[in-house]
Structure formats: structure tokens, C-alpha cells
């Protein structure tokens, strides 16, 4: 009986650590597979283009004042390519820009109206001519998608 118990306590053993080992083993691929799905670019270079163009209207923790998105949220429901299309190209100045004088001055004319809070922003301005959001805007996405699962807490992140 004793040998028996012993052998049955052998094999149970046998059992744990096979079970332990399929576990580590099966983890590294689970790893690769969360890198791979992180989003491509650099938190760090994100949150500067999100801190030098984003956070006066959005707010340093990108959750935004009343009248403006919560980004945290939007980016929780979108992928890195509609991210890319309604920053760079969805929205639209309403001003015409023979108003003042061209596009710039229409641009210029309709900020310093919501700073001397004259009008209020309705409309969030394309970024697409932007040469440092545009260059740096799967960075920006890396950024807020960091923020909007919790891998990133609010303000400067580690190099």
C-alpha cells in the first residue's frame, strides 16, 4: 500500500510540474503575441506631439474639459487606421478662407475668436499639413492607445 502511495504521489507530482512547464512554455508565445499587438511607434515621441498640439484642448490627461472628446475613450474604440484618417483628414475649418484673407488668416482669425472665447470650438482642425503631427502620428496613437488601456499613466513618459 505504502509503494502504491507512493508511486500514485510520484505521479501526481509528474503531473504538477508537467502542468507548470506547458505554462512557461505557452507564455513567451503569449508575450509575442502582446508585443505584436501594441501599436507601432514611440510612446515617448507621441507625448511630446500630443503635449506641444493636442493637450491645450484636449487636456494634459487627454480626457478633455466638457465640450470637448475624452480621447482615452475614442482611442479605446478605434484602430490605429481610422485614428490616422480622422486626425490627418477628417475635419474641416468652417470658415471659407477668402473671409479673411486666405486660409492661414481664416485659420488665425477663428483661434483668436475661441481664445477671446468670441466662438467656441465646434470643429477640431485637420492635422494632415501639420509636418510634425503628420510625421509623428502613429507616435500620437501609440501614445493615447498606451494611455487609454493603462500601460501609460498621464503625463511625461520613460524614454
Same mark, same amino acid.
Given at each position: ?7 500514485? @504521489? ?9 502542468? !507548470?512547464?506547458? =505554462? ?11 508585443? =505584436? ?10 507625448? $511630446?506631439?500630443?503635449?506641444?498640439? !493636442?493637450?491645450? !484642448? ?25 485614428? #490616422?484618417?480622422? #486626425? ?10 477668402? /473671409?479673411?484673407?486666405? /486660409? ?12 477671446? $472665447?468670441? /466662438? ?9 499639413? =501639420? ?6 502620428? @502613429? ?21
Amino acid at each position: 500500500m505504502g509503494r502504491v502511495r507512493s508511486v500514485t @504521489l510520484a505521479a501526481a507530482l509528474l503531473g504538477v510540474l508537467a502542468g !507548470c512547464a506547458v =505554462e512557461v512554455a505557452n507564455r513567451r508565445p503569449a508575450q509575442q503575441l502582446a508585443r =505584436e499587438q501594441r501599436p507601432s511607434g514611440s510612446i515617448y515621441a507621441g507625448w $511630446r506631439v500630443y503635449d506641444d498640439r !493636442c493637450a491645450r !484642448c484636449h487636456g494634459v490627461d487627454a480626457q478633455g474639459p466638457a465640450k470637448v472628446p475624452d480621447l482615452l475613450d475614442r482611442v479605446r474604440e478605434m484602430g490605429s487606421r481610422r485614428f #490616422v484618417n480622422l #486626425v490627418l483628414t477628417r475635419y474641416d475649418w468652417s470658415m471659407p478662407a477668402a /473671409e479673411s484673407g486666405g /486660409e492661414d488668416a481664416a485659420r488665425q482669425a477663428l483661434v483668436e475668436d475661441i481664445l477671446q $472665447r468670441r /466662438e467656441t470650438a465646434i470643429a477640431m482642425p485637420a492635422w494632415q499639413d =501639420e509636418p510634425s503631427v503628420n510625421a509623428h502620428i @502613429l507616435d500620437l496613437y501609440a501614445y493615447l492607445a498606451a494611455r487609454a488601456d493603462g500601460a501609460q499613466g498621464p503625463g511625461r513618459p520613460a524614454r
